[in-house]
């Protein structure tokens, strides 16, 4: 562990955030992770252990503590409201691995007898439709902020927050790579709501100051999944030459021309849509956000995650 009287967190080392542990259960089998894993991001039952096992525990302590205060609060203020969910932001750019980290998260939490109803949303689903991005000319600019119903997505987390029962949310669908028209994923007050998202940590901007203006303004931990450029670019590839002979093969896929690459077409797209798209949103929207969170997990070349940071209290 590395402490310094100059950085708003504590720094573990993979080997020191390993020892803590040594006193939690694990859950999972590798048959339940091989279910979890995002294509391209593998993750073993030893890296559950040295990580996600200690992490659990860390956020079932704060998620505890907040529901002490919750009653004491009440109790002094002497008011009648429910509990309502613990909320969990997660964050990082394409290719980091977020979905893994958040459905295995969800996975872990909600084998807790403390919290058993464990939701997940993205916000993919919180996208503007195609042809609203294409009337707007931004299409080329999908996961940049200016392209989520941003206010659809602060209504859905305060209506959650609020503690309303059968919030809908809208669903998104990676192979026509657009919204789905009249689905919806619906939150019916659960103990904790893990939200993933590539600039959920963005704060506030340009809004009025008596309206909720940030999506972080509802969160009670966050998560910054980091990793260097040049292995975020390199898994982004990876997994786009996986995709191409596999979902981008789907008649319905908004990629189906990409089926028929050869391998260097396909590095070459990828690493041009990588350049012009997804490199600039993560230096000018995502990694600025880093800082903000209450958990960094780094990854090194091979996913692993080699550095854990804890911000201070």
Do not use: C
Not at 208 to 225: G, L, N
Request: aromatic share 10%; hydrophobic share 40%.
């Amino acid at each position: 562990m590395h402490n310094t009287d100059f950085s708003a967190f504590v720094t573990f080392n993979r080997h020191d955030w390993a020892k803590l542990a040594q006193s939690v259960e694990l859950p999972l089998t590798q048959r339940d992770l091989a279910q979890l894993a995002a294509l391209g991001d593998p993750i073993t039952v030893d890296e559950v252990d040295a990580i996600y096992r200690p992490l659990t525990a860390l956020m079932h302590m704060y998620a505890r503590n907040t529901g002490r205060l919750f009653h004491e609060s009440k109790n002094f203020l002497g008011f009648e409201d429910l509990r309502v969910p613990w909320i969990v932001g997660i964050a990082g750019s394409v290719s980091a691995g977020k979905s893994t980290v958040a459905r295995l998260l969800r996975e872990l939490l909600s084998r807790s007898p403390e919290t058993p109803k464990v939701n997940l949303v993205t916000t993919d689903g919180f996208l503007l439709p195609n042809a609203v991005l294409d009337e707007r000319r931004i299409l080329t600019r999908k996961g940049f902020p200016e392209s989520y119903d941003r206010r659809a997505l602060l209504e859905f987390l305060a209506a959650v927050k609020s503690g309303r029962r059968n919030v809908s949310a809208p669903v998104y669908d990676h192979v026509t790579y657009d919204i789905v028209p009249g689905e919806r994923i619906v939150v019916d007050q659960p103990d904790i709501l893990i939200v993933e998202g590539l600039n959920v940590l963005q704060p506030a901007s340009g809004i009025a100051a008596h309206e909720f203006s940030a999506v972080s303004d509802f969160f009670d931990f966050t998560i910054y999944v980091d990793a260097p450029e040049e292995a975020l670019e390199r898994w982004y590839i990876d997994r786009f030459l996986s995709l191409r002979s596999t979902a981008f093969t789907n008649e319905a896929s908004y990629f189906r021309n990409y089926a028929s690459m050869t391998d260097t077409q396909a590095r070459e797209t990828a690493r041009q849509i990588w350049g012009a798209i997804n490199l600039p949103n993560l230096r000018h929207n995502i990694a600025p956000t880093k800082n903000r969170a209450t958990v960094i997990l780094t990854k090194g070349p091979d996913h692993a995650i080699e550095q854990i940071q804890i911000r201070k209290l």
